[in-house]
């Protein structure tokens, strides 16, 4: 995250529209639930799953646990297809999220980032 400076009313530079959602789809699923005082569903079980093996069927459960997440918490998007593929080599999972933004005319969007444990 940027501190950059508004020149017009020297204030801290808003993020908006698809740059916006993208990084609110991130930090719901790396959010664990439990995290966020006053909202305690709010977040993902990913983190829980990562110490799993890595394997089919653990990528099979962190992309449902994905597309829940983003199906209750982020209203403004429509899932069109989660991608999650292990990285058997890096002990990661690699995840592209394709989606459309309801009401603005936008491009279909793709988010993608690696998920990894932190030992």
């Given at each position: 995250m940027s501190f950059k400076?508004?020149?017009?009313?020297?204030?801290?530079?808003?993020?908006?529209?698809?740059?916006?959602?993208?990084?609110?789809?991130?930090?719901?699923?790396?959010?664990?639930?439990?995290?966020?005082?006053?909202?305690?569903?709010l977040g993902c079980g990913v983190n829980k799953l990562l110490f799993d093996n890595v394997d089919l069927l653990t990528a099979s459960r962190i992309e449902s646990e994905i597309n829940y997440t983003i199906d209750v918490y982020e209203p403004r998007v429509s899932l069109t297809n989660i991608q999650v593929d292990p990285n058997y080599d890096n002990h990661t999972f690699d995840i592209a999220i394709r989606y459309n933004i309801i009401g603005i005319e936008a491009r279909p969007q793709q988010l993608s980032f690696v998920l990894q444990s932190s030992r």
């Open positions: 400076v508004n020149p017009l009313n020297n204030d801290v530079l808003t993020i908006k529209n698809e740059t916006a959602i993208a990084r609110s789809i991130r930090n719901l699923i790396l959010t664990d639930k439990g995290e966020r005082f006053f909202n305690p569903d």
